[in-house]
């Protein structure tokens, strides 16, 4: 499966959304390496980013120890507490909404004051505060409305993140600084994963259970949070007259602009809405496909979870490389096409180790997937309005997201009572229909075409690698 975004400050996993999340080098503005003097040496310059390297570092351990710990296991909790597909379908759809619903006027605010830090640290810190009161409800709907508030406050990191990622980084080392990034907080949260399912008992769970686990992840992810204030960004005024954050706060939520200003943008936008949305249909249904249809317990559910992350960062480093010569298309397309086998498995399944294997298969698509479409929006994006360009992508995409969960859940209710609640039949009908609509989708993406030339193209580098393949053999022979 595609890695969650949830990689951003959103929750949970096991679910492809592509909303993006993960002081400051911003030299377009003026920004200098953690307050470099003008004259400042270039060797002095790369000691400070390296700096605020680290300290992004350490941001994405806190951070991604504690959504592995927690994330996968809140549609457990849920499922746990008696969630049925449209309950779950909600839950999924304010999980899709909600970390993007804020993003255009959070993205805004970062670039009209200049600052990032801030936005990371508060939210981080009240995003992952919610994690202790998830323990304490007593039915479905307070968590989907715990869970729903601990997004909606979650948001402003996002964006954010996304552009700080695209102040420290250019062209020639984004794919993999990316990588890097990616590969840390992937092995931090798969640790968190597995501490938590080893916890968590095969049957029989209370909300005692969850408690160890879901209280340590609020505390990971607000230390993680908490790291940032040692960047020191360059100090900016925090305050705006009334008038001029009211007309600000008007103009921030009218995004439409930014749509049609970058032909680039907006195709991306039109086309991966539409794809999500037909993706987002069966997100409601996996944890009823684990649990119920293949009797999977909350160790097995980490497992898959870990399997997954594992396969994506085996590749996720090579395919960042790839992404700085041939650029985000190749990566694009290949990933769009890979993930039309997901609700086919799904529905065919009926062993844990078919999801196992799909997830081990897939790990290039999600890793392509994770870095491509990132690299193309920063591609896009003019310099200052990074954090417009990726908050406004969220946003619409989250819309698609929320709508199409919601509608899948309710979909798996109608067809679960059509067939007489048969789980396999009911939720295959589901599967299926989202498998025809993202072969539909994919053939679309063809239309999307690369915004900057890259050194090579993918056909070139295949060329390359077959050439330098002939010639070991021939030396050998």
Not at 277 to 306: H, Q, R
Not at 458 to 473: A, C, F, S
Request: include cysteine.
């Amino acid at each position: 499966m595609e890695a969650d975004p949830r990689e951003t400050g959103c929750a949970p996993v096991l679910c492809e959304t592509e909303i993006y999340q993960p002081p400051v080098i911003h030299t377009s503005q003026g920004w200098d390496t953690m307050g470099s003097e003008p004259g400042a040496s270039s060797e002095h310059q790369r000691k400070a980013k390296a700096h605020i390297l680290s300290k992004m570092v350490q941001n994405q351990i806190g951070v991604n120890l504690g959504k592995g710990m927690a994330d996968p296991y809140v549609p457990v909790l849920a499922v746990t507490l008696g969630a049925n597909a449209p309950q779950l379908g909600w839950l999924q759809a304010f999980m899709n909404l909600f970390p993007a619903v804020m993003q255009v006027p959070w993205g805004k605010l970062s670039d009209f004051f200049g600052r990032r830090i801030p936005f990371l640290a508060i939210g981080g810190v009240m995003s992952f505060a919610f994690y202790f009161f998830l323990v304490g409800v007593v039915n479905a709907w307070q968590l989907i409305i715990l869970v729903a508030i601990q997004m909606l406050i979650g948001s402003m990191m996002i964006p954010t993140w996304s552009a700080l990622v695209g102040d420290v980084t250019t062209v020639k080392d984004r794919g993999s600084v990316m990588g890097r990034f990616f590969a840390i907080s992937s092995v931090a949260s798969l640790v968190g994963t597995l501490f938590a399912g080893a916890i968590i008992p095969d049957e029989n769970a209370t909300m005692k259970d969850f408690a160890i686990p879901f209280f340590v992840a609020g505390g990971s992810g607000i230390i993680g949070s908490l790291v940032l204030y040692e960047i020191a960004e360059e100090k900016r005024r925090l305050f705006a007259s009334p008038k001029t954050l009211f007309a600000f706060s008007i103009k921030s939520l009218i995004f439409f602009k930014d749509l049609t200003e970058n032909k680039y943008f907006r195709n991306l936008v039109a086309l991966n809405s539409a794809y999500n949305f037909i993706m987002s249909l069966i997100w409601p249904l996996l944890y009823l496909t684990y649990m119920i249809v293949l009797g999977a317990s909350a160790l097995e559910i980490g497992i898959i979870v870990v399997i997954e992350r594992a396969s994506t960062l085996f590749f996720q480093t090579k395919v960042g490389k790839l992404l700085d010569v041939i650029g985000p298309m190749p990566q694009i397309l290949i990933s769009r096409f890979a993930f039309i086998s997901v609700p086919i498995v799904y529905a065919l399944a009926t062993e844990i180790w078919h999801i196992c294997v799909l997830n081990v298969a897939l790990g290039v698509a999600s890793a392509m997937a994770n870095v491509s479409f990132f690299s193309y929006i920063l591609d896009v994006a003019p310099e200052e309005k990074k954090g417009v360009y990726f908050a406004v992508y969220n946003t619409v995409v989250g819309i698609a997201t929320f709508a199409g969960s919601i509608i899948g859940g309710y979909l798996a209710y109608y067809f679960l009572e059509f067939y007489g609640g048969d789980w396999v039949l009911g939720l295959g009908a589901v599967y299926l229909i989202s498998a025809f609509g993202r072969a539909a989708g994919a053939v679309w993406f063809l239309k999307l075409k690369d915004p900057v030339p890259y050194p090579d193209t993918l056909t070139g580098v295949i060329k390359k690698w077959y050439g330098r393949w002939r010639g070991r053999i021939s030396r050998s022979a």
